[in-house]
Each structure stands twice: as structure tokens, then as C-alpha cells.
């Protein structure tokens, strides 16, 4: 409302100076209201600013939205792969799951693979390494998620 007085104020100033230059004193009496052209000019200027506003915080929302999801998806993950690093080398197994209460709408999703000689080029490795990939997903929309891959190793037992 401020905003739109301000405007109405500098276009009456500049069809002051306009009709004042042409016609002299008479041009105050000739300034009862605005024209159409007047007024919609200045419509249409409204009309942009509301749209590029309208369209950045679209576009704000968005980004926050995305980001809040970056941030609870990476702590999820992290809590699972520590959950993961207490299980025995020989219980790693795929499996999916949700965050229960806390946490609703987030989902995860593990797929363990072994991995051998010739996929990791490492000799001597054998039946010692799996990959894991966790996923954490969000069931409102599924364009976000957050991928975790790591290598575990089974623990070497020193003989004596």
C-alpha cells in the first residue's frame, strides 16, 4: 500500500512537469486524475514485480526443501552405516528398512555384494571385502536421495 502511494506520488509529479511546461498555470486543473494509459503502465509494472517476486521465492522454497533433505538424509546415513559397522563381517546382508516414528517418510535401502580378485584388483583378497551401498530415500518424492558406498573388510584373525 506504501509502495503503491509512492508510485501514484512520482507519477503525478512527472505530469506535473509535463503539463506544466506546455500549459502553464492551467496545468494543475487539468490534473484532477490519472489516464488509462497512466494506470496501466503502472499496472503492468506491479504485475512484473509480482511475478519475479512470486518466482524467486518458488525457486527459495524449492532450495530449501532440497536442502533440509541433504542434511536429514546424510545424518540418517551416517546412523545406519554405524549401526552396520556392529554387525559381523557374515551378517551383512541386503536389506530394507524405514527410520520408524522419528523420522517418517525417510527410507533406506542397503545392498551388500561380495567382491573378488577381479572386480577389485587386489590380490589376495578372496572372500574378504564386500561393498555396501546404502540409500536414503524420501516416499513423498522420488527425485531425492542420498547414496552412501563403502567397502568393509572382514577382520583378520592373527595366528600366533
Avoid at 552396520?84 to 542397503?110: A, C, H, Q, V
Avoid at 551401498?133 to 568393509?152: K, W
Wanted: charged share 20%; hydrophobic share 45%.
Amino acid at each position: 500500500s506504501a509502495r503503491f502511494r509512492s508510485l501514484a506520488a512520482m507519477l503525478l509529479r512527472i505530469k506535473m512537469l509535463l503539463f506544466s511546461s506546455r500549459r502553464g498555470s492551467q496545468a494543475v486543473c487539468d490534473m484532477a486524475g490519472f489516464t488509462l494509459l497512466e494506470v496501466m503502465v503502472a499496472v503492468a509494472v506491479i504485475a512484473i514485480a509480482f511475478v519475479t517476486l512470486i518466482g524467486a521465492q518458488s525457486q527459495s522454497v524449492a532450495i530449501a526443501t532440497s536442502s533440509k533433505f541433504d542434511t536429514v538424509a546424510a545424518l540418517l546415513a551416517q546412523r545406519r552405516i554405524t549401526e552396520l559397522s556392529l554387525y559381523d563381517y557374515n551378517e551383512l546382508t541386503s536389506r530394507t528398512g524405514d527410520f520408524g516414528e522419528d523420522f517418517p517418510g525417510f527410507s533406506w535401502k542397503i545392498e551388500v555384494t561380495d567382491l573378488s580378485e577381479d572386480s577389485t584388483g587386489i590380490k589376495g583378497s578372496g572372500d574378504m571385502l564386500k561393498g555396501v551401498e546404502l540409500t536414503v530415500r524420501l516416499e513423498q518424492d522420488a527425485n531425492l536421495s542420498h547414496v552412501v558406498r563403502t567397502i568393509v573388510c572382514r577382520k583378520i584373525v592373527a595366528v600366533k
